[in-house]
């Protein structure tokens, strides 16, 4: 099965730098790559997603790498705030609704 | 529209013991999938339902199992439970089965003693 390994597990970043998360995927096959954000106590919610045909994506202050060779994806967040504090998940997905998430990184932005 | 609803929201069972989650996804969502969420591992795929029929299962014991009734409501079921059972179990709907954003719902505590 697949498997997604996702770096660093922690990221401390001042409030205005950017931050830059990771992920690997192992299934060629994958083709649609989401970020969930879950802050502390609450549900996991969408903040961007790329797929396959796409190379790059962004949406303001977030955006989204891929590279299909290389099979890596990352997520750039720009001009940190406070309030983008919380953890950051990777997925991939190759059918359906099953997705194989990283395992997580805890981003604290300091202000 | 109502999010995604779970019940109950925290539970403690004990070692052999069943216990049955449920989870009511957005109105008019017909595709419901399980994670399993421990701050070691992240969160790990169950399975899948999309009209009452399990579409995808991850790599889990037979111990977890899962339905879905025909109002999209779904439930799981984990059977003769171990310490390592305790997490978060988290449910999310889909408008359909495939490459669609996941909404989750806030997740039910499940604490093995």
């Known amino acids: 099965g697949e498997n997604v390994e996702q770096h660093p597990s922690t990221l401390s970043v001042q409030e205005g730098d950017s931050a830059v998360i990771k992920c690997t995927y192992s299934d060629s096959a994958s083709n649609y790559f989401p970020w969930y954000k879950q802050e502390l106590g609450k549900r996991p919610q969408l903040i961007i997603d790329i797929r396959s045909n796409v190379g790059e994506k962004k949406d303001q202050r977030i955006a989204v790498t891929l590279n299909k060779t290389a099979k890596h994806f990352s997520l750039h967040i720009t001009e940190t705030q406070p309030e983008d504090s919380a953890v950051y998940f990777c997925?991939?997905?190759?059918?359906?609704?099953?997705?194989?998430f990283g395992t997580g990184t805890s981003l604290t932005v300091i202000p | 529209k109502a999010g995604v609803t779970q019940t109950p929201r925290y539970l403690i069972k004990t070692r052999g013991q069943q216990v049955t989650l449920s989870c009511s996804p957005i109105s008019g969502h017909r595709s419901v999938s399980w994670y399993q969420q421990t701050p070691g591992q992240g969160l790990q795929f169950l399975f899948e339902?999309?009209?009452?029929?399990?579409?995808n299962k991850g790599n889990f014991p037979g111990r977890f199992s899962g339905r879905q009734f025909s109002n999209s409501r779904s439930e799981m079921n984990v059977s003769t439970l171990e310490l390592g059972d305790s997490a978060l179990y988290l449910c999310?709907?889909?408008?359909?089965?495939?490459?669609?954003?996941?909404?989750f719902g806030p997740g039910t505590r499940l604490t093995v003693l």
């Open positions: 997925a991939a997905s190759r059918t359906g609704n099953q997705f194989y």
């Open positions: 339902y999309f009209s009452e029929t399990q579409r």
């Open positions: 999310a709907s889909s408008p359909t089965s495939g490459y669609n954003e996941q909404f």
